[in-house]
């Protein structure tokens, strides 16, 4: 089964003419290439064929742009690597403005490099094709697909961090999203035990891009474990912050103080107006063992989690914004060697 044609021209776009062996706008030789969407095999013998008139175009013009790249496209398309490589090369130098043709060389490179994933110099030149490809299109989503697959496979971590958010702003249902976050959270994790707070903070904001849930949850246990550090001014932070822990029992000995100290206010003050007066004692007594205890614990309680006090909402991090969790915990990384020091 031979493939469909293609619909318009790899290179610049334009939609291809039935029967026309260049595109009309601007000159590039229309190959076949099989639908991505089906199982067609690839009709070796017609791409030998372009790849004979490539040749004899070449013959007469060594510098013919679209004659190099429909050659090059053409041997990786039979898997003929090493060979479309330096094709594409020079393809791609002679005409930089050609997103297509950036593209084709970057696609095939990472073919390449992928059955030799320990070749280095390759991994950098699918680095630099990469940025070709972003400074003609900063959306494009395979430029910064190509640079999260270079950070993953030589295990940068920096890049991997940085390249994160714009990986999930422009290749949103990316199919690197998930090896990716994995990685984060396997990088976070192992500087969180190496003690290096500013980094696991990098790392989880960078997964936090990618998947909101993770990211969020790893932030918001960092928070929890250095609640201390964390200052009132840190606003929704804060009293979310508070309110979870108020939700898992941490403020409960704290509450039963509070209603202590209210109960024995009661008592003395009870005590004082029996031997001032007596006639006063009943209703003094009565009114007080209720309020005070009960005012006591409104007011722990506020100092504790915020205003209003009551109840502690099962959602506490609703409405949080992600950024700030991220602020707040910057500012609490520095701040745990020293308080450790301390």
């Known amino acids: 089964m031979t493939s469909r044609p ?4 790899p290179v610049c776009g334009a939609p291809r003419e039935p029967g ?3 595109c009309v706008f ?6 076949v290439f099989p639908d991505e969407q089906q199982d067609a095999s690839i009709d070796a013998s017609l791409l030998r064929e372009r790849i004979a008139a490539f040749r004899r175009v ?3 013009d060594p510098d013919d742009v679209m004659a190099l790249y429909g050659l090059g496209v053409a041997y990786r398309t039979l898997g003929l690597l090493d060979d479309a490589i330096p094709v594409l090369a020079r393809a791609a130098n002679r005409r930089p403005e050609a997103l297509g043709i950036q593209r084709a060389l970057a696609g095939t490179l990472l073919d390449t490099v992928r059955r030799n994933p320990g070749d280095e110099r390759l991994w950098r030149d699918v680095r630099r094709q990469a940025d070709r490809i972003l ?3 900063p959306d494009a989503a395979e430029g910064w697909r190509l640079h999260g697959e270079v950070a993953l496979r030589t295990r940068d971590a920096a890049a991997l961090i940085a390249v994160a958010p714009s990986l999930a702003r422009h290749d949103p249902d990316g199919e690197l999203h998930r090896e990716v976050a ?3 959270r396997q990088l976070g994790e192992r500087r969180y035990l190496d003690w290096q707070w500013d980094g696991a903070v990098d790392a989880w904001e960078a997964l936090a891009a990618l998947d909101a849930r993770e990211g969020r949850t790893a932030l918001v246990a960092f928070l929890m474990e250095n609640a201390r550090l964390v200052d009132r001014s840190a606003g929704r932070v804060w009293r979310a912050l508070r309110q979870t ?6 403020f409960r000995l704290s509450m039963l103080a509070s209603l202590a100290l209210g109960l024995a206010l009661a008592i003395a003050l009870s005590v004082l107006v029996y031997f001032t007066s007596q006639r006063l004692f009943p209703p003094v007594f009565s009114i007080g063992v209720v309020l005070l205890p009960i005012a006591s614990a409104v007011l722990a309680r506020a100092w504790l989690v915020g205003w209003p006090p009551f109840p502690a909402p099962r959602q506490p991090w609703r409405g949080v914004r992600t950024s700030e969790i991220v602020a707040v915990a910057r500012d609490v990384a520095p701040r745990i060697d020293r308080v450790r020091e301390s």
Not at 245 to 250: E, I, Q, S, Y
């Open 6 to 9: 293609a619909l318009s021209c």
């Open 20 to 22: 026309v062996a260049r």
């Open 26 to 31: 601007c000159g590039s030789w229309l190959l």
């Open 58 to 60: 070449l013959a007469a």
């Open 135 to 137: 400074a003609l299109d």
């Open 182 to 184: 994995q990685r984060l």
């Open 245 to 250: 822990m108020a939700l898992r029992g941490d």
